[in-house]
């Protein structure tokens, strides 16, 4: 062989090392760092409008991705609603349909509760066991709240777990719920796995109560409807800022899909030493109901060159879709057997949301003054169907998101046919029903449902005279649920 064989042997196997890099780099999976909020409401974020909040990391998110104007959370209560979005299922079909471990019954509930399951199965994969055989580094960081020992994130996908603390006292380093342990822990996890496909799951206990935050912070926020409140939204607000600061130091932003949201709406009537929380005006309710205070919750979603950039929709989504979305967006293949769907073409802008209705099935009571309930979305219709007393409501959301006229009596037709879907789904996905309850005291029901109807109660308009009442509602309420009893079946 002579010199200029030996050349082009050099050169053919330089540019053929050269072919597959760049093979190897096209076919990189994009990382996936999804932010999960605990209360969140969907007005929180100044991108959101409330103007009392201080969130500029949030709003360039917002404004270099797309944002969601209508998208629903899988139950408007924690632990069903992230087992939905970790499992693609709806909980109803999970048969974990309320918090865990539950609220025990009271003689206040004209029904029982069913026995709910106290975790989410080991046979239910879960999204990192989607993700781990495509060579993904999975890791997650925070509230689990979807089964105790044996059915944490380990068993169900995760290479790497950090709880870390859901209250801190907050100091120069730290805010009042362990935000910036958190991220540094997520942050540690995205510099080690760099150099490969990740799945970062960084799920705040942020704002959930009890809540604190930094002096400063509060002082800031003096003129916000809660100052403290307004304080720790600004302090998730910063760890974000943090975590996309860390993407663009190591050049990871084009390749990394960054997803904000929450788990349920935010909290609307007081609860523990919180005496007022927040609000989601203009939307009825909140956490613990099925109107849209309860069901609606932010969604920002950033991936430069494939997601939109300053996009507002207002197409519904759920985030029981996110399991078969995300696997759409990195190119592998449909999962079967899912309540979810993908919207990944819609996110991209290659196709239009997908069309169907949208159900919930809530059959507890709950500290928030819910009672047992289903719902549908059909369009720009919402029927609420409450369990305990064979009434149903129904609202058209694009002339009343407030939901504060009822058109059952007018629409008496289309109720039924809601009606009669909401329950053919309930048989479908084989869902829990409600019994009635022997120990029923019709007097503690009408205390607490009727004569105050906390769904109506607007914190963000409300007058003294009505704080006063529903302050004497909530000491009411938690005198119904003091005590303790069965909540739900054992792991089996």
């Known amino acids: 062989m002579n010199s200029w064989q030996r050349f082009l042997r050099i050169m053919g196997g330089y540019l053929a090392a050269v072919v597959t890099a760049a093979s190897a780099a096209e076919v990189r999976r994009p990382n996936i760092v999804f932010i999960l909020c605990d209360d969140l409401g969907v007005n929180d974020l100044h991108c959101y409008g409330r103007a009392d909040h201080r969130t500029p990391h949030l709003d360039r998110l917002a404004a270099e991705g797309t944002r969601f104007a209508s998208a629903y959370c899988g139950q408007p209560i924690c632990s069903p609603s992230r087992a939905a979005l970790l499992t693609g299922k709806t909980p109803a079909r999970l048969h974990l349909t309320t918090y865990l471990p539950g609220r025990p019954n009271a003689v206040s509930q004209r029904l029982l509760h069913p026995e709910i399951e106290l975790q989410v199965a080991l046979e239910e994969r879960m999204l990192p066991e989607y993700l781990k055989p495509l060579g993904y580094a999975t890791g997650a960081f925070g509230k689990w709240h979807v089964g105790g020992n044996g059915f944490g994130p380990r068993e169900q996908g995760f290479d790497h777990y950090h709880q870390g603390r859901a209250n801190t006292v907050p100091s120069a380093t730290e805010g009042g719920k362990g935000e910036y342990e958190l991220t540094t822990e997520a942050e540690a996890f995205i510099e080690a796995n760099r150099d490969r496909p990740f799945f970062v799951y960084l799920a705040h206990n942020t704002p959930h109560i009890p809540y604190t935050a930094q002096p400063g912070r509060v002082a800031a926020n003096a003129g916000a409807f809660e100052p403290v409140y307004a304080g720790v939204i600004e302090t998730l607000d910063d760890t974000v800022g943090r975590l996309l600061r860390k993407l663009e130091s190591l050049r ?4 990394t899909i960054v997803i904000f949201t929450s788990d349920n709406g935010g909290l609307h009537v ?12 203009p939307y009825r309710a909140g956490k613990g109901f099925v109107y849209q205070g309860g069901l609606r919750i932010p969604l920002l979603v950033r991936w430069p060159g494939h997601v939109p950039a ?3 929709v207002d197409d519904p989504v759920i985030n029981t879709d996110w399991v078969p979305t995300l696997l759409e967006l990195i190119g592998a293949p449909p999962p079967t057997g899912l309540d979810g769907v993908s919207f990944a073409g ?5 196709s239009p949301a997908p069309v169907r209705r949208f159900f919930w099935h809530f059959p507890h009571y709950n500290n928030q003054g819910g009672q047992p309930t289903g719902a549908v979305r059909d369009g720009p ?6 369990y305990d007393g064979s009434r ?3 609202y058209r959301l694009d002339t009343d998101v407030r939901e504060t006229r009822d058109l059952a009596g007018a629409e008496p037709a289309r109720v039924a046919e809601l009606r009669a879907a909401l329950a053919r789904w309930r048989d479908d996905v084989g869902a829990q029903t409600n019994r009635p309850n022997p120990t029923y005291d019709p007097n503690r029901f009408r205390e607490l449902y009727m004569d105050v109807d906390v769904s109506r109660f607007d914190p963000a308009t409300a007058e003294t005279g009505v704080w006063e009442r529903v302050w004497e509602w909530r000491r009411g309420m938690n005198a119904a649920v003091a005590g303790s009893g069965k909540k739900g079946k054992a792991a089996r």
């Open 252 to 255: 990871l932003v084009e390749n």
């Open 270 to 281: 007081p609860e523990g030493s919180h005496r007022r929380v927040t609000h989601n005006s």
């Open 310 to 312: 300053g996009r507002v």
């Open 346 to 350: 819609f996110l991209t802008g290659r």
């Open 381 to 386: 219709w919402m029927l609420v169907d409450y």
């Open 392 to 394: 149903a409501e129904l």
